[in-house]
């Protein structure tokens, strides 16, 4: 199962709390809303851009391109500062303005990986009805479609809708450290099938799930 956002989530390693930032002084409050809203609007411009080059890009994949950016700026744009808002103590805005670059990390971080949790989930959907298709495109052709390829895949199903309506419902019940987890060994593995092909495909939680989903909706 693909993991668009994996890479956001790759590379950290925390403890996701589910605590409250502890209140902040006005001064304090006042220095971590400038400095998310100076990450939102850098953020909204590399965006802009990026979708900007997307724009002539036509059919299938086209579409999936810009779903996908679509979900990566919600991420990064939306959840990213919005927490980083709420969730900042006296010691992590302290921190950020001393550039204490450990502390300052682990802070990040810990936003990015709940942001990028919270990510898969809201387009648990949207992969898994482009996974049906690229497996539907394979089964006709027998090779995976190439991202410039001038075949269109097959059409969604009633069944893949079905599935995939099963499989976000599912994968919306996981907690933070489970899709965590699902998305570092998933990453994990697709570096080591760069360097060595002969690698097995990681078949972990995400794909469990899209599986048990299929033969629950007879597909």
Request: a negative charge; aromatic letters at 4%.
């Amino acid at each position: 199962m693909r993991l668009p956002l994996f890479c956001l989530l790759t590379g950290l390693t925390v403890v996701i709390s589910p605590a409250m930032g502890a209140p902040l002084s006005e001064a304090d409050s006042t220095w971590i809303n400038g400095f998310a809203d100076k990450m939102e609007a850098t953020c909204a411009q590399r965006f802009d851009q990026a979708e900007a080059k997307l724009a002539d890009k036509t059919g299938w994949q086209g579409d999936r391109a810009r779903e996908m950016m679509a979900a990566e700026r919600r991420v990064n744009c939306g959840c990213l500062p919005t927490r980083i808002r709420v969730r900042a103590t006296p010691e992590v805005v302290a921190a950020l303005k001393d550039r204490n670059v450990s502390a300052g990390r682990a802070f990040m971080a810990e936003q990015a990986k709940a942001c990028g949790a919270q990510g898969l989930r809201d387009s648990a959907r949207t992969n898994c009805l482009a996974t049906e298709q690229e497996a539907a495109f394979e089964a006709v052709h027998g090779r995976k479609p190439a991202e410039d390829d001038a075949e269109p895949v097959p059409a969604l199903t009633a069944a893949n809708e079905r599935t995939c309506a099963c499989y976000a419902e599912a994968v919306g019940a996981l907690d933070d450290a489970t899709i965590i987890a699902e998305a570092e060994a998933a990453y994990a593995n697709f570096r080591a099938r760069v360097e060595n092909p002969d690698t097995p495909r990681h078949q972990g939680r995400m794909e469990n799930l899209l599986n048990d989903c299929r033969q629950r909706t007879g597909q």
